[in-house]
């Protein structure tokens, strides 16, 4: 009988293991019925997995109130939003001041004839039913700001009023522009497809 060192008989070993093609899924799991009978082997029941709870989204745990704000001076002003209990009367205040473009410092809001604080949340203010009128004080002679630049362009765009009625000096302008840059036939069936969308939006 001859006899093998360790390290030769471990590299047999793991040679021999190497060569095995057998493979394992990664669920696998031994059938416990299939181990027979051992001393101290206690097999437990397959246990279920606990229900999920759902949980609330964001938006259904936070109560929105129903606030109708109104000017008690001029410029008059009313408007009603949704806000959530946890704004203040600062975000209120605040959005007064870019809807009507008047100064911060000239505004107070009222409930009741009382001033509210800007620290105050709208939650404090609402009635059993989420529902708030706000008075909008207004420090007398004051004037809203003036509309920058852009919103005034934009004003003055939606003023203007467009001629939809195209010339034909314009469609022998627009034709001869299409077909110089695509060439003659291909330009004058471009020119045919503008003319028929044109004629659809009328």
Not at 156 to 169: G, K, P, R
């Amino acid at each position: 009988m001859t006899t093998v060192d360790e390290e030769t008989f471990c590299k047999a070993f793991l040679h021999l293991l190497s060569n095995q093609s057998l493979q394992y899924p990664d669920d696998y799991a031994v059938d416990p019925k299939l181990l027979g009978p051992r001393p101290g082997l206690v097999l437990l029941p397959h246990m279920r997995y606990p229900k999920q709870r759902k949980l609330k989204s964001q938006t259904e745990s936070i109560p929105t109130a129903s606030l109708t704000i109104k000017s008690l001076r001029p410029p008059h002003f009313s408007a009603t939003l949704d806000a959530p209990y946890s704004d203040t009367i600062l975000s209120l205040k605040t959005e007064v001041v870019e809807e009507t473009g008047l100064p911060f410092s000239a505004l107070k809001l009222l409930v009741k004839g009382k001033v509210l604080p800007d620290t105050r949340t709208v939650g404090e203010i609402v009635d059993d039913k989420g529902k708030a009128t706000i008075m909008v004080l207004v420090a007398a002679g004051t004037i809203p700001a003036p509309a920058t630049a852009a919103e005034a362009a934009k004003a003055e765009a939606e003023e203007m009023e467009i001629d939809d009625d195209i010339t034909d000096d314009v469609w022998s302008v627009i034709e001869a522009a299409v077909v110089g840059k695509l060439g003659e036939i291909k330009g004058r069936k471009v020119m045919e497809r503008i003319r028929k969308g044109y004629d659809l939006t009328e």
